[in-house]
């Protein structure tokens, strides 16, 4: 072969993601940048603002140990739209909607995916970017607990996925509707609902350790 031949040849496509997820293990968070005025965003900003710094807190864990954190959230039928614009639109509503954006500010290293329904998986590349990180166990917070963590969490069991739903991290528009999701997440679905301070990420000691 030729240096001109060798030159022709394109280079071969970037791999999509470059780290191995840490304990095969990633970090959702779903739908927690809004600006809350959607039917009913009255009611769920309330339950988003009280989660919101337990999953700030797991987030800062999980970045720790190097488990990689993705954002998933709505679109809200806006084909133009990227993550950036929902991120900023959060912000600029100002009230409990800036401060969930600033909480859960994400950095470059973070991942991104845009939904169009309810579940993060469908119609979207998550399926594609979980195999590209060999992750196999998925940490699922945001809102809401009986709509889209709901979803999520039942295409992530038929993709074979382990599914941990931190009851503290997860928030509906109604104490009612969330623990009725709580209680089917369990029941149903026998997914592990423990609070977030209770769960060991992959490389964190044991207390005494």
Known sequence: MTDSDSADRPEPAPSLAEDRAAGATVLLIVDMFSSWDFPDGDKLIGGAARVAPAIAALR??????????????????RWRSDFR????????????????????????????????????????????????????????????????ILATAADARMLDHEVVVPADCVASQSPERERRAIDHLREVMRVDVGVSREMRLPGEARPGE
């Open 85 to 148: 614009d929902a991120v900023r639109s959060a912000h600029d509503a100002g009230g409990e909607g800036a401060g969930i954006a600033r909480l859960l500010e994400p950095d470059p290293e973070d991942y991104f995916v845009l939904k169009p329904k309810h579940s993060a998986f469908f119609s979207t590349p998550l399926g594609l970017l979980m195999r590209h990180l060999h992750a196999e166990r998925l940490v699922l917070t945001g809102v809401s607990s009986d709509q889209c």
């Open 60 to 77: 800062q864990r999980c970045k720790a140990v190097g488990v990689p954190v993705v954002y998933a959230n709505d679109n809200c039928g």
